[in-house]
């Protein structure tokens, strides 16, 4: 499940969000809480001075209105109320709370043989002291929120910062270390067992690099005692007077093929080796012979009526051995000679790029984004490859900082561009 926002930030929203809804809940339940109370305690009070009040009446009948500290009591006939007080005029018996000119009034009213008796309760200074007291409320939600956000971006920060730690020391690490242990340095908790599961995956990565890298020199070192024999067997031959003249070209493309082999072994073998020097494979190569030396060797896999248009714009050079160009623009061809049963290909050479343009069945869109993945090939594909060339070709292109492009050709087929000059727009 993939979240919008940093682990840090879902830290501290969370927190400031649960500051802010559990200081609402409080506040609502102090609000009930006192609300309820306060009618309880008031309703009491106001039935108990009404009862005292009535008692009074009882004890002297010629008094019909009654002040004290808190609260003024009248003794008056059903139906009717105090002059002053003719909002009271309709009440029914038991306890109301009334606003009249800006003052609040608790109001008790009982009835005894016909005689009605009304309790007034002056509420005015209790209520402007809840009202101070919701604005003290009030403050106490705002300030819990604002201590559960602080909160919050503090321990969200002390929490991150041993994954944030971990993710430093990972980036920190140089591609070729795979010894380097890291869970040494933390607790024993879940940040302590990411860096131990790390050190696991590192551990297997070290064997894996290991076999590959034993594997490539391996397959480098015995390949190359059969090369040599094959290159003394033809230089042997190539020495012989009575040798048939039909014979000797084929021997002489066998000894540079041989020889160009050798070559292919030490480039992918550097290749093999994650950090490597770039002047490991330096050199000044002229393109234009490399390019029509690798059109005849790859001719025979044209079918018939296929044409090939050369265009040499320019003679350009770069910087590489001329193996590296051979095998580049060798995997680019063969895909081409394959893959294009009519029509032409079309070869430009610029000074700053190559062009190879074919009328062969193109690359669906779908296809576009895994042509260079290793063992990829492609729905149309023909023969036996193994899907690696493309693969070769885009390592060389990273490995120099150069450029291949492959797009649907303008009628139909495939457009490939190799970059090899920074001026490419």
């Known amino acids: 499940m993939r979240y919008r926002h940093r682990l840090r930030t879902r830290i501290f929203l969370s927190y400031s969000l649960l500051g802010g809804v559990l200081g609402l809940f409080l506040g609502l339940f102090l609000f009930f809480a006192m609300e309820r109370q306060e009618r309880q305690l008031m309703d009491a009070y106001i039935g108990d001075e009404l009862t005292h009040f009535i008692e009074l009446s009882a004890a002297g009948p010629e008094r019909m209105t009654h002040h004290a500290r808190r609260w003024t009591g009248y003794k008056l006939k059903r139906g009717a109320s105090p002059a002053e007080m003719g909002f009271l005029t309709g009440l029914t018996p038991g306890i109301h709370e009334l606003e009249h000119e800006g003052k609040v009034y608790d109001v008790g009213v009982a009835e005894r043989g016909g005689v009605r008796f009304y309790l007034l309760y002056d509420d005015t200074r209790l209520e402007l002291f809840e009202a101070h007291l919701w604005a003290l409320l009030v403050a106490a939600v705002l300030l819990a929120v604002v201590v559960a956000v602080c909160y919050g971006f503090w321990l969200s920060r002390r929490v991150i910062e041993p994954i944030t730690l971990l993710a430093r020391q990972v980036t920190a690490l140089p591609p070729e270390e795979t010894g380097q242990r890291l869970a040494g340095a933390y607790a024993d908790d879940e940040v302590g067992m990411l860096a131990h599961a790390f050190d696991q995956r590192m551990q297997r990565l070290a064997t894996f690099i290991k076999r590959e890298r034993d594997f490539t020199a391996d397959a480098s070192h015995e390949l190359r005692t059969p090369l040599a024999v094959i290159q003394a067997a033809s230089e042997g031959l190539l020495a012989r007077d009575e040798l048939p003249d039909y014979a000797r070209p084929k021997l002489l493309r066998i000894e540079r093929a041989v020889h160009e082999m050798a070559q292919r072994l030490s480039v992918l073998l550097i290749l093999a080796r994650e950090s490597v020097a770039t002047g490991a494979l330096k050199a000044d190569t002229e393109l234009a012979p490399v390019l029509t030396q690798s059109i005849e060797d790859h001719r025979a896999l044209l079918a018939d009526g296929v044409r090939i248009e050369q265009n040499h714009e320019a003679s350009p050079s770069v910087a590489v051995p001329v193996v590296v160009v051979s095998m580049l623009i060798g995997n680019v061809l063969k ?51 193994a899907g690696l060339g493309l693969a070769i070709v885009k390592r060389l292109c990273d490995h120099y900082g150069w450029r291949l492009i492959i797009t649907p050709g303008t009628e139909s087929g495939t457009c490939i561009q190799w970059w090899f000059s920074a001026s490419e727009s």
């Open 335 to 385: 895909n081409a000679f394959s893959y294009t049963r009519s029509g032409r290909i079309t070869i430009t050479l610029r000074a700053d790029h190559l062009i190879i343009t074919d009328t062969g069945p193109g690359i669906d869109a779908d296809e576009m984004p895994h042509l260079f993945e290793r063992e990829y090939r492609g729905r149309g594909a023909t023969g036996m490859g």
